[in-house]
């Protein structure tokens, strides 16, 4: 099984994820979805500093956008930020230091966020990683899984109060069509079992829970817009330092960052993106299936509901 889902994810991805799959897809794109004007709107990107994430910035901005850039290295977040501001000729452009990686960081963050601010349109969680060798963190958490997924569960639960403030608020999971090889895993979420640790095989997994936190998310908060989205197979730094022999193989035909941020700006600022219903899975604007055929890749709706119980779970250790 693992094979046949790994050979048809592939010929799928050279046919979709490419930049001549992106250049198919764009034919049906509508250009006024993205003329909005976002003043006095406020937008919070996670790895805003390089890559999708500041082309998510950079054209948010652009419209007109507050943002709010979630980084964890300093130097690279300013100078980040003022390249956005030149290209944007944006002042309201903000950093906020934060290593996603870091639960309890990540808790103390939100709530002061939600103190301080009266406001937060749109939540995009674009921050990840990918690590080959098995890294723990605090309270012993593996790292892929504590960046990709317990990050994630965290900063959306803990922004929900202030994102509930205003109409129309919206969250968006930058996910990864790789996540189509796996079946959600709630009885291995840190990875203790995975022997020997694959962190191909553990970032997949993540981004499967990513799409299940987010169809449950928007089950349980339907005043909020949730979506989760892949971006295609992007030239990224990140894809170059996690995926060197793949991105030799293919770099030729990987997308721009920006081709690669567009759904997710689409999914931030258009009214049409409002118009499918909350917790879909986007690729190139338009929702798609979160399973490929005949993969046995689904589970029952307690599976998924453990997940959420499982997060909430391990939340609760860092909420103080």
Same mark, same amino acid.
């Given at each position: 099984?693992?094979?046949?889902?790994?050979?048809?994810?592939?010929?799928? @991805?050279?046919?979709?994820?490419?930049?001549?799959?992106?250049?198919?897809?764009?034919?049906?794109?509508?250009?006024?979805?993205?003329?909005?004007?976002?003043?006095?709107? $406020?937008?919070?990107?996670? @790895?805003?500093?390089?890559?999708? @994430?500041?082309?998510?910035?950079?054209?948010?901005?652009?419209?007109?956008?507050?943002? $709010?850039?979630?980084?964890?290295?300093?130097?690279?977040?300013?100078?980040?930020?003022?390249?956005?501001?030149?290209?944007?000729?944006?002042?309201?452009?903000?950093?906020?230091?934060?290593?996603?990686?870091?639960?309890?960081?990540?808790?103390?963050?939100?709530?002061?966020?939600?103190?301080?601010?009266?406001?937060? $349109?749109?939540?995009?969680?674009?921050?990840?990683?990918?690590?080959?060798?098995?890294?723990?963190?605090?309270?012993?958490?593996?790292?892929?899984?504590?960046?990709?997924?317990?990050?994630?569960?965290?900063?959306?639960?803990? =922004?929900?109060?202030?994102?509930?403030?205003?109409?129309?608020?919206?969250?968006?999971?930058?996910?990864?069509?790789?996540?189509?090889?796996?079946?959600?895993?709630?009885?291995?979420?840190?990875?203790?079992?995975?022997?020997?640790?694959?962190?191909?095989? &553990?970032?997949?997994?993540?981004?499967?829970?990513?799409?299940?936190?987010?169809?449950?998310?928007?089950?349980?908060?339907?005043?909020? $817009?949730?979506?989760?989205?892949?971006? @295609?197979?992007?030239?990224?730094?990140?894809?170059?330092?996690?995926?060197?022999?793949?991105?030799?193989?293919?770099?030729?035909?990987?997308?721009?960052?920006?081709?690669? &941020?567009?759904?997710?700006?689409? =999914?931030?600022?258009? =009214?049409?993106?409002?118009?499918?219903?909350?917790?879909?899975?986007?690729?190139?604007?338009?929702?798609?299936?979160?399973?490929?055929?005949?993969?046995?890749?689904?589970?029952?709706?307690?599976?998924?509901?453990?997940?959420?119980?499982? =997060?909430?779970?391990?939340?609760?250790?860092?909420?103080?």
């Amino acid at each position: 099984m693992s094979l046949y889902r790994n050979t048809v994810w592939f010929f799928k @991805g050279l046919k979709e994820y490419t930049k001549n799959g992106y250049a198919s897809a764009s034919k049906n794109f509508n250009e006024a979805d993205l003329k909005v004007n976002c003043t006095g709107q $406020h937008y919070m990107i996670t @790895g805003a500093n390089s890559g999708i @994430g500041k082309c998510i910035a950079t054209e948010i901005a652009k419209l007109g956008g507050t943002v $709010h850039m979630v980084c964890r290295n300093p130097t690279a977040a300013e100078e980040a930020r003022k390249e956005i501001i030149e290209a944007s000729e944006n002042q309201n452009v903000f950093v906020h230091l934060l290593d996603i990686s870091k639960p309890r960081d990540v808790y103390n963050f939100a709530k002061d966020f939600c103190d301080q601010n009266e406001n937060l $349109h749109v939540l995009i969680n674009n921050a990840g990683c990918m690590f080959n060798t098995q890294e723990m963190v605090e309270e012993s958490l593996e790292k892929n899984f504590a960046t990709n997924t317990l990050g994630t569960y965290i900063l959306t639960t803990n =922004l929900i109060p202030v994102m509930k403030k205003s109409e129309k608020s919206r969250v968006i999971v930058v996910s990864s069509g790789g996540m189509l090889v796996q079946r959600l895993n709630t009885e291995d979420l840190n990875f203790d079992k995975m022997k020997p640790f694959d962190g191909t095989l &553990a970032y997949a997994q993540n981004k499967r829970q990513q799409v299940v936190m987010v169809e449950q998310f928007a089950k349980l908060h339907p005043e909020i $817009h949730f979506s989760c989205m892949h971006p @295609g197979w992007a030239n990224t730094p990140a894809v170059r330092s996690s995926m060197p022999e793949f991105y030799e193989k293919m770099k030729d035909k990987l997308r721009t960052p920006a081709e690669g &941020a567009d759904t997710t700006v689409w =999914l931030a600022v258009s =009214l049409a993106a409002l118009e499918h219903p909350s917790g879909k899975f986007f690729q190139d604007r338009r929702p798609v299936d979160t399973h490929l055929p005949l993969a046995s890749t689904k589970v029952s709706t307690k599976d998924e509901e453990k997940l959420m119980s499982v =997060l909430e779970e391990i939340t609760k250790k860092f909420a103080y």
